[in-house]
């Protein structure tokens, strides 16, 4: 996939005409696949190639920076999908506050026709654009219809009478329905990032763990996890905690103040990972974090979950 960092820096190696997929795509989910698969289709069809056309950074941080918004995915990681799932080119278009004053028809006939070449449009039904949202599905299909240029509004995907949308998944993260957000994904959730030193407090007590630097994005609540590892190709079953170690904490210090850590023990291995860069897939949230009397009592504990873990992870045939 060939990746172009704004829609004016598009080169001769782009086609003359292609079907453009327009939308924030974060996550990746079920109801993005539909339509890049439709999109694949009528490029098949048509002899063309495909075009994701998104934004980085997020819309919703530039005309709502009041409203925090974690990302399911970092841009990184969703390039990276796109290409996976096929797509000829991706157009990521920096929407800052310049950006945000595009009329519709600018952004239709300057943008999506003239620089993108659009053959066929494939945007979700709903889909504003345009300063201020005055963009339309009813404008977007008559732009369409003067131009002889083929849309497509798709309908919303659903899962078990659920409508798969990145706030539907946000939402079922923050409740730590880890299940139901692997079903409108259609894959788990997943942390990508590189393995630092800690504190080797894990080794001490004979549960060593990798502890992750992981760029920005959703966080998951606190607790415990059962996790895979991919790593070189290859997926090992592991247990996770995110927290703050609470049993390793004073009881002056303010637990507030203290930064999520991600560690992860992986099960039956012992590699040296430091400097590696791991995607670790969250299964099933097994319980909160909490604080210990002793480390005796956090060992037993710790125990217990790989047990767990290894039931659930067992039960999705790892």
């Not at 539909?34 to 048509?46: C, K, N, V």
């Not at 609470?246 to 850590?261: M, Y």
């Amino acid at each position: 996939m060939r990746t172009y960092f704004g829609s004016d820096r598009i080169d001769t190696q782009y086609p003359a005409h292609a079907v453009v997929a327009v939308g924030n795509f974060d996550g990746v989910h079920l109801g993005h696949q539909a339509i890049l698969r439709e999109a694949q289709a009528h490029a098949a069809r048509l002899g063309l190639k495909t075009t994701v056309f998104t934004f980085s950074p997020h819309p919703t941080f530039e005309l709502r920076p009041e409203t925090p918004l974690k990302l399911l995915m970092t841009y990184e990681e969703k390039r990276l999908q796109l290409e996976k799932l096929g797509v000829d080119f991706c157009v990521e278009e920096t929407f800052d506050n310049a950006f945000a004053k595009t009329s519709a028809h600018d952004f239709f006939f300057e943008i999506l026709k003239n620089r993108l070449h659009a053959k066929v449009i494939m945007v979700g039904e709903g889909f504003a654009f345009g300063h201020k949202r005055e963009g339309t599905d009813e404008m977007l299909r008559k732009f369409c219809e003067q131009t002889q240029t083929e849309l497509h509004l798709m309908k919303p995907v659903q899962v078990s009478g659920e409508l798969v949308s990145s706030s539907k998944i946000r939402e079922e993260l923050n409740r730590g329905d880890l299940k139901k957000a692997q079903a409108l994904l259609g894959r788990p959730f997943f942390y990508r990032g590189e393995v630092i030193h800690g504190d080797k407090r894990g080794r001490t007590i004979g549960f060593p763990t990798a502890n992750m630097k992981c760029e920005e994005k959703f966080p998951l609540l606190p607790g415990v996890y059962a996790t895979t590892v991919f790593w070189r190709n290859q997926e090992f079953k592991s247990v996770t905690n995110i927290g703050k170690r609470p049993t390793f904490q004073t009881e002056s210090q303010n637990l507030n103040l203290i930064p999520l850590r991600i560690e992860t023990h992986i099960l039956n291995e012992n590699f040296e990972l430091y400097g590696e860069w791991l995607e670790l897939r969250f299964h099933e949230r097994l319980r909160e974090e909490r604080k210990f009397n002793s480390i005796d009592e956090l060992k037993a504990q710790i125990e217990s979950d790989i047990i767990l873990a290894n039931q659930h992870l067992n039960a999705r045939n790892f």
